[in-house]
């Protein structure tokens, strides 16, 4: 009973913890779950994501995620320069020799307000509403019960009383974002952002009692820049904070990119870089645009506590993204180059 209610009480540090909330290297792919107000904020009028994350490998079971999104900006009647932004995001994730799942679909919506000035400046307002469930194998685990004479036997069972395989929860989250550019060419553009989850401090544990554990609530704060030297280099920053409870995770970094362009759009362009999560990992980049369709790779290399037992080896993640324009052309209107 007492490795068991370890077994238990590590699964619930872990959802408490820093990582409770799955999270990508390359985390302003994936707006939704960074803050609700950064989705649609980009030349393209659409978006479509697929991404895969593996992690821990070395240390038994990886961790694997899995993640789709869809995202549309759509002009306002009443108006020719503001939009509004409808995102879909689902994921799932799976973690552990217990196989820890977490599962959910974050409906989204965004507001995209411009404050007609000369900068092409918008303050945007997004809001998220999540159904979330997860859940666990207790037939993958093993119990004192189950060794006779030194060997594991399934059939005779955990010998205890086991809480919920499975729970779920409504999560709702919220943010505000502005964007704008510098300088009369208006070659450097900028996103400032502040994000919110779990406003309603949900449910988060397989006891039955209420009480047992609450997710605490998590805000992110962002900045996200891209400076193009001319038409063919230009250097992108990213960074981000994120505080829930006692705990904090704070990341930054960039890439420099080359492209080529023809006939006056861009056909391909390239770009390498890195990012540091700060006392966790060093994590290199590479994203390859062709026309509509962008590949991208990144690696967690640990520097963490745990490097000894990783040897540094991290996660790998892959990310595909597609993207282009309802009318198959731009609108000039809008100014955001991400």
Same mark, same amino acid.
């Given at each position: 009973?007492?490795?068991?209610?370890?077994?238990?009480? /590590? @699964?619930?540090?872990?959802?408490?913890?820093?990582?409770?909330?799955?999270?990508?290297?390359?985390? +302003?792919?994936?707006?939704?779950?960074?803050?609700?107000?950064?989705?649609?904020?980009?030349?393209?009028?659409?978006?479509? =994501?697929?991404?895969?994350?593996?992690?821990?490998?070395?240390?038994?079971?990886?961790?694997?995620?899995? %993640?789709?999104?869809?995202?549309?900006?759509? *002009?306002?009647?009443?108006?020719?320069?503001?939009?509004?932004?409808?995102?879909?995001?689902?994921?799932?994730?799976?973690?552990?020799?217990?196989?820890?799942?977490?599962?959910?679909?974050?409906?989204?919506?965004?507001?995209?307000?411009?404050?007609?000035?000369?900068?092409?400046?918008?303050?945007? %307002?997004?809001?998220?509403?999540?159904?979330?469930?997860?859940?666990?194998?207790?037939?993958?685990?093993?119990?004192?019960? /189950?060794?006779?004479?030194?060997?594991?036997?399934?059939? =005779?069972?955990?010998?205890?009383?086991?809480?919920?395989?499975?729970?779920?929860?409504?999560?709702? *989250?919220?943010?505000?974002?502005?964007?704008?550019?510098?300088?009369?060419?208006?070659?450097?553009?900028?996103?400032?952002?502040?994000?919110?989850?779990?406003?309603?401090?949900?449910?988060?544990?397989?006891?039955?009692?209420?009480?047992? !554990?609450?997710?605490?609530?998590?805000?992110?704060?962002?900045?996200?820049?891209?400076?193009?030297?001319?038409?063919? +280099?230009?250097?992108? =920053?990213?960074?981000?904070?994120?505080?829930?409870?006692?705990?904090?995770?704070?990341? !930054?970094?960039?890439?420099?990119? +080359?492209?080529?362009?023809?006939?006056?759009?861009?056909?391909?362009?390239?770009?390498?870089?890195?990012?540091?999560?700060?006392?966790?990992?060093?994590?290199?980049?590479?994203?390859?645009? @062709?026309?509509?369709?962008?590949?991208?790779?990144?690696?967690?290399?640990?520097?963490?506590? !745990?490097?000894?037992?990783?040897?540094?080896?991290?996660?790998?993640?892959? /990310?595909?993204?597609?993207?282009?324009?309802?009318?198959?052309?731009?609108?000039?209107?809008?100014?955001?180059?991400?």
């Amino acid at each position: 009973m007492k490795r068991f209610s370890l077994l238990i009480a /590590m @699964m619930c540090w872990a959802m408490m913890g820093a990582a409770q909330d799955i999270h990508f290297s390359q985390y +302003w792919e994936t707006g939704v779950l960074r803050n609700p107000a950064t989705t649609g904020i980009q030349q393209e009028e659409f978006k479509a =994501l697929g991404a895969y994350r593996s992690q821990w490998s070395s240390m038994g079971k990886p961790y694997q995620t899995m %993640a789709f999104s869809a995202q549309g900006r759509f *002009g306002l009647r009443h108006s020719e320069t503001d939009y509004l932004t409808l995102s879909l995001l689902f994921f799932s994730d799976k973690a552990g020799d217990a196989a820890l799942k977490t599962t959910s679909i974050y409906p989204c919506i965004n507001y995209n307000k411009h404050l007609s000035d000369p900068h092409n400046s918008y303050l945007s %307002a997004g809001f998220t509403a999540g159904y979330v469930q997860r859940s666990f194998d207790a037939n993958a685990l093993t119990f004192d019960n /189950m060794y006779q004479n030194g060997q594991v036997e399934p059939g =005779l069972g955990a010998g205890e009383t086991l809480p919920l395989a499975k729970l779920n929860y409504w999560d709702l *989250g919220a943010g505000v974002s502005f964007n704008s550019s510098i300088g009369s060419s208006e070659r450097i553009h900028y996103i400032i952002g502040l994000g919110g989850y779990h406003f309603t401090r949900p449910k988060s544990s397989f006891y039955e009692r209420g009480d047992a !554990l609450n997710l605490a609530m998590r805000f992110n704060a962002s900045f996200d820049l891209n400076y193009e030297f001319n038409d063919v +280099w230009s250097v992108q =920053l990213y960074s981000n904070l994120a505080l829930q409870g006692a705990y904090k995770e704070a990341m !930054l970094g960039g890439m420099i990119q +080359w492209a080529h362009f023809s006939e006056g759009s861009q056909n391909f362009s390239i770009a390498t870089g890195a990012q540091n999560r700060f006392g966790d990992a060093i994590i290199p980049m590479l994203r390859v645009d @062709m026309r509509q369709v962008g590949l991208s790779l990144a690696y967690d290399i640990n520097t963490s506590a !745990l490097k000894a037992a990783t040897r540094m080896r991290g996660g790998l993640e892959l /990310m595909a993204v597609f993207k282009g324009f309802f009318h198959g052309e731009p609108n000039s209107g809008y100014a955001p180059k991400f």
